[in-house]
């Protein structure tokens, strides 16, 4: 089992941000709070044991990749390649925060991030604490629910199940999370939104911020 310690998110202590960073690029994995829910993470390296673990303790398949969380919007260029024009409006007006995207992968994404057909979800979480672990690892990090499969997202620190937390090189305990909801995700590799699962986001609100019709 990892340390636990202390964090808070809006304003991360400095020496605690360097603590997780040297775990994540030691091929570590970690649990952190964000701005949804609390996440359990490993820097985006390929073959990173980290990440693998990370499959192991939420018991996953490994054909459900992670999604990325990113330390900056610029971010979605780097790392995704052919995003649609309709975007960009979207993500000005909801990053950071609680909207998944899925985009089609860039070269430099390690194969084992991405999924079968080629695509890779991103999302810049509004959370210092995670933006700033996510820079000082390559400017991502794979991340996904801290949660065994099948068990709820944890919204707070107590919510985290000893499964989770005692097979981890460090937890961060923010106490609870601001939304205590999953973001929403949507298909971003058409010519318009397409949701995939509802979360702290509207729909409606995606389809009027890129100005396309909700499909029917």
Not at 48 to 67: A, C, D, S, V
Request: one cysteine or more; aromatic letters at 6%; charged letters at 20%.
């Amino acid at each position: 089992m990892g340390a636990v310690v202390r964090v808070n998110q809006d304003n991360p202590q400095e020496d605690l941000v360097a603590q997780g960073i040297r775990v994540l690029l030691d091929q570590g994995c970690m649990v952190m709070p964000t701005d949804s829910v609390y996440g359990i993470g490993a820097a985006l390296a390929p073959q990173n044991p980290g990440h693998e673990r990370i499959f192991e303790i939420k018991k996953r398949e490994r054909t459900q990749t992670l999604p990325l969380l990113l330390a900056d919007p610029q971010g979605i260029v780097r790392f995704g390649q052919n995003v649609q024009d309709w975007v960009y409006p979207v993500i000005e007006q909801f990053w950071p925060g609680a909207l998944t995207v899925v985009v089609k992968a860039a070269s430099l994404v390690p194969k084992d991030y991405v999924a079968a057909n080629g695509t890779i979800a991103v999302r810049v979480p509004d959370s210092e604490l995670v933006r700033q672990l996510a820079r000082g690892c390559g400017g991502a990090l794979a991340v996904t629910s801290a949660n065994t499969h099948g068990a709820p997202s944890p919204a707070a620190f107590d919510d985290l199940e000893s499964a989770v937390e005692e097979n981890v090189d460090l937890v961060f305990d923010g106490g609870a999370c601001p939304l205590g909801i999953a973001s929403t995700i949507i298909d971003a590799t058409g010519t318009e939104p397409q949701l995939l699962r509802e979360g702290g986001v509207s729909f409606q609100a995606i389809c009027d911020a890129a100005q396309a019709r909700i499909p029917s």
